[in-house]
């Protein structure tokens, strides 16, 4: 533990390899992200909406256990090894999607990218949390979960310009093969175990330890309980953007290319925003950045029922990236402020649990409210969820004793001097 040294600054090597590697994770993601529907229908005669809903529910429970257990074991087995382990049982994903005769496989694949997922994107997450300290935690999010989605991006763009060149299957998923390799290799022989940064945190942290990481995380505690609650809210929500915004545009006459465009501008905002909200995060009070972040998601949300052009939707996408791009960092650093660094990787491990389960929740609830009523009543219905969310934000999380600045006191009083 000698010459070890917390910050950006002192361990920007492995910080900067860190988020290589989970560029590569982000990537796996993406290699689904816009042929998996046009093969479940063209190769297996399965409508694209019953195909999205599927992988949304498998996804998101696999992933969500996954991400408990991946915080309860890197204590015990160490970070490295769980991101190691990530990637080999990534290893046969891309051959499954190549080569697979019916759905069951494509099932399967995503059984075992979501343990993937959970694994490798957990394991990052606590690694630069480790690496940083405390006072650049939020900006230390934002370029994680930037990288993860803006490759989620590049890699769903390049796979469907293969399949558009080569068709649906092999050729695409060539690039998972190289994802794989690539990760593997940099997580064996490039990336240390920060398990001697959390040794040096744990000597100076004054953060009591929690009686039960569980039920704390979840609920009990005022600050953690608050966020577990938002997580799950906010990936409710993008799991219906994700599974009925498409169809919901399609219902108001709008063409393929109007709505890739329209589509690909929330997820484009929330990833590239991350870079400011992040160092956004360590500035001010993180009690602000969240209720502010999910009240603009359910404003705009509600909005989105009565929206009618192009430039309506461009917009409202673009404030719904932005609400997500200011609180999706701030999760993490968060849970990172309000634990023990003992106790740090089980709580964020409970935190994503509810977290992704969110995105299973989102896809079955809002296809039994638009089937039962309409697109409008899932929307709307989910957007008072995220309003409720916001309000739970506000009146049970507080502000930390450090310096953070509270973001409306500081937006008033830049008004008043101008």
Request: aromatic share 12%.
């Amino acid at each position: 533990m000698i010459g070890v040294k917390l910050g950006l600054k002192e361990n920007w090597k492995q910080f900067t390899l860190l988020v290589i590697v989970n560029g590569f994770v982000g990537g796996m993601v993406g290699l689904e992200r816009s042929i998996l529907p046009r093969i479940a229908e063209q190769e297996f005669a399965i409508a694209a909406k019953t195909a999205i809903l599927s992988f949304i529910i498998v996804f998101g429970i696999v992933k969500a256990i996954t991400n408990y257990y991946t915080g309860t074991l890197a204590n015990k087995f160490g970070r490295k090894n769980l991101l190691v382990a990530g990637w080999i049982i990534a290893i046969p994903v891309p051959l499954m999607l190549m080569f697979a005769p019916n759905w069951n496989w494509i099932i399967a694949a995503n059984v075992l990218l979501g343990i993937n997922q959970g694994l490798t994107w957990s394991s990052t997450v606590v690694m630069k949390i480790d690496l940083v300290g405390e006072k650049q935690r939020g900006f230390a999010m934002g370029l994680n979960e930037f990288a993860g989605y803006l490759s989620v991006a590049i890699v769903a763009f390049l796979t469907g310009f293969i399949a558009s060149k080569y068709g649906l299957r092999p050729y695409p998923f060539y690039l998972g093969i190289v994802l794989v390799a690539l990760g593997l290799f940099g997580s064996i022989f490039l990336i240390k175990d920060t398990r001697h940064h959390v040794a040096a945190e744990t000597t100076t942290s004054s953060i009591a330890r929690l009686k039960n990481i569980f039920w704390d995380t979840t609920w009990k505690n005022r600050n953690l309980g608050s966020v577990t609650q938002a997580g799950l809210i906010n990936n409710l929500n993008d799991g219906m953007t994700w599974g009925i915004f498409p169809v919901l545009l399609a219902s108001k006459n709008f063409n393929l290319a109007q709505i890739g465009i329209i589509t690909a501008i929330y997820p484009a905002v929330w990833g590239l925003g991350q870079l400011f909200t992040g160092k956004m995060a360590d500035k001010f009070c993180k009690k602000g950045m969240l209720f502010t972040g999910m009240l603009l998601q359910a404003i705009t949300l509600v909005a989105l029922v009565w929206a009618n052009t192009m430039t309506h939707y461009i917009i409202l996408s673009t404030v719904l990236g932005w609400g997500t791009a200011m609180i999706y960092p701030t999760f993490l650093a968060t849970v990172a402020e309000n634990t023990h660094p003992l106790d740090r990787a089980k709580s964020i491990g409970v935190f994503r649990l509810w977290r992704d389960l969110g995105y299973a929740i989102g896809a079955i609830l809002t296809g039994v409210i638009a089937d039962l009523f309409s697109m409008n009543a899932a929307i709307i219905f989910i957007g008072f969820l995220t309003f409720l969310s916001s309000i739970i934000i506000f009146y049970r999380m507080k502000c930390s004793q450090g310096n953070s600045v509270k973001i409306l006191d500081w937006i008033f009083g830049n008004l008043s001097n101008t």
